[in-house]
T-cell receptor, first 116, second 111 residues
């Protein structure tokens, strides 16, 4: 079974530039998450999708971050304009269950963003 | 507000020893407590999880101990091996809300 695919693995940009990350979840997984992991910290939820609808985006900085999951499969996370503090690893995860506590979260390897 | 507090931040254990990582939570509504393991350059992977209706769960060398009254849970790794060297995250959730993660513990098992 193929895992969660993410790209690009690494990205370096100047502040105020834009960047986009792509995620393809495990086939059949209805729930998709984007987490931000700053160096030395645990993952922090940015947004949760159930199929193509947003379940929780309360911690997404909506003035600069946006995410979509068209057709309920793959997803894109965009940052525009980027700030220095956005330097982090962006993790995508998927689950076959609606509720996170009834199903295991499967994480991708992440996209490491460095903002200079 | 940090909902899940994890300690220690880093841990060095001799091969064959016991590694113990602790987590404390504040929200009594949490009803699911997993531990995730993360190797460098990889995403976190579920290691073991527990619900508050039991006080202990064991899977191989990994055991979760849960103390509901103290709002604490811990991960014990018996017979620790160099291959266990990784960062471990405790997490918690309630109902259908997403997982809240601790800050992580970097474990180094030395021969």
């Amino acid at each position: 079974e193929a895992g969660v695919a993410q790209s690009p693995r690494y990205k370096i940009i100047e502040k105020r530039q834009s960047v986009a990350f792509w995620c393809n979840p495990i086939s059949g997984h209805a729930t998709l998450y984007w987490y931000q992991q700053i160096l030395g910290q645990g993952p922090k939820l940015l947004i949760q999708f159930q199929n193509n609808g947003v379940v929780d985006d309360s911690q997404l900085p909506k003035d600069r971050f946006s995410a979509e999951r068209l057709k309920g499969v793959d997803s894109t996370l965009k940052i525009q304009p980027a700030k220095l503090e956005d330097s982090a690893v962006y993790l995508c995860a998927s689950s076959s269950q609606v509720a996170s506590n009834t199903g295991e979260l499967f994480f991708g390897e992440g996209s490491r963003l460095t903002v200079l | 507000q940090q909902q899940v507090k994890q300690s220690p931040q880093s841990l060095i254990v001799q091969k064959g020893g016991i590694s113990i990582i602790n987590c404390a939570y504040e929200n009594t509504a949490f009803d699911y407590f997993p531990w995730y393991q993360q190797f460098p350059g990889k995403g976190p992977a579920l290691l073991i999880a527990i619900r508050p209706d039991v006080s202990e769960k064991k899977e191989g060398r990994f055991t979760i101990s849960f103390n509901k009254s103290a709002k604490q849970f811990s991960l014990h790794i018996m017979d620790s091996q160099p291959g266990d060297s990784a960062t471990y995250f405790c997490a918690a959730s309630k109902g259908n809300t997403p997982l809240v993660f601790g800050k992580g513990t970097r474990l180094s098992v030395i021969a």
